[in-house]
T-cell receptor
Framework: AQSVTQLGSHVSVSEGALVLLRCNYS??????LFWYVQYPNQGLQLLLK??????LVKGINGFEAEFKKSETSFHLTKPSAHMSDAAEYFC???????????FGTGTKLQVIP | EADIYQTPRYLVIGTGKKITLECSQT?????MYWYQQDPGMELHLIHY???????EKGDLSSESTVSRIRTEHFPLTLESARPSHTSQYLC???????????FGPGTRLLVL
């Protein structure tokens, strides 16, 4: 069994401020973890993924996430928010390979000028 | 950039009508998926396919059906649309054993 919990359905940050989106997971097997971004009227796009290699994963658009097994967390961060970062972000977990992917409920990021 | 397409992007239709949502990908991926997405909810897997002539129901019970006659094409059909079918439907694909899914832009369906 696997699940994902995203803390905060809405997060607001000022332009230039740190972005922190929280994700906690549970998995009965070593997890594969993902962050996807969804812009308005578009599908989901992969930001980054963890597949048991380095615990700090760098993705596109300056985002990164750190896998912390002891905390069962995979929080997404970006040092400086840009207006174009406004979107909805989904955390997801999988057992890898043919295992299904379970998505969180999403966090909408608002960037205030 | 993923090459996965969905048509129509928006559809408003009356109750009882039959509709087919189209999904095509040009990446040669064997695995394809249909998700239902509602605001504030997690994505729910409603159908998936491992390849041609393979289709399975997902976690969320759905009155829709799918077919996979060609690798690149994975249409979803509702025989008789109802207001409860109003939602956004996302199609995705991945390589066998691959964890990353590539998503289409979605179809927003409104059933009156």
């Amino acid at each position: 069994a696997q699940s994902v919990t995203q803390l905060g359905s809405h997060v607001s940050v000022s332009e230039g401020a740190l972005v922190l989106l929280r994700c906690n997971y549970s998995s009965s097997v070593p997890p594969y973890l993902f962050w996807y971004v969804q812009y308005p009227n578009q599908g989901l796009q992969l930001l980054l993924k963890y597949t048991s290699a380095a615990t700090l994963v760098k993705g596109i658009n300056g985002f990164e996430a750190e896998f912390k097994k002891s905390e069962t967390s995979f929080h997404l961060t970006k040092p400086s928010a840009h207006m174009s970062d406004a979107a909805e972000y989904f955390c997801a977990v999988s057992g890898g390979g043919y295992q299904k992917v379970t998505f969180g409920t999403g966090t909408k990021l608002q960037v205030i000028p | 950039e993923a090459d996965i397409y969905q048509t129509p992007r928006y559809l408003v239709i009356g109750t009882g009508k039959k509709i087919t949502l189209e999904c095509s990908q040009t990446m040669g991926h064997d695995k394809m998926y249909w998700y239902q997405q509602d605001p504030g909810m997690e994505l729910h897997l409603i159908h998936y396919s491992y390849g041609v002539n393979s289709t399975e129901k997902g976690d969320l019970s759905s009155e829709s059906t799918v077919s996979r006659i060609r690798t690149e094409h994975f249409p979803l059909t509702l025989e008789s649309a109802r207001p409860s079918h109003t939602s956004q439907y996302l199609c995705a694909s991945s390589v066998p054993g691959g964890e990353t899914q590539y998503f289409g832009p979605g179809t927003r369906l409104l059933v009156l």
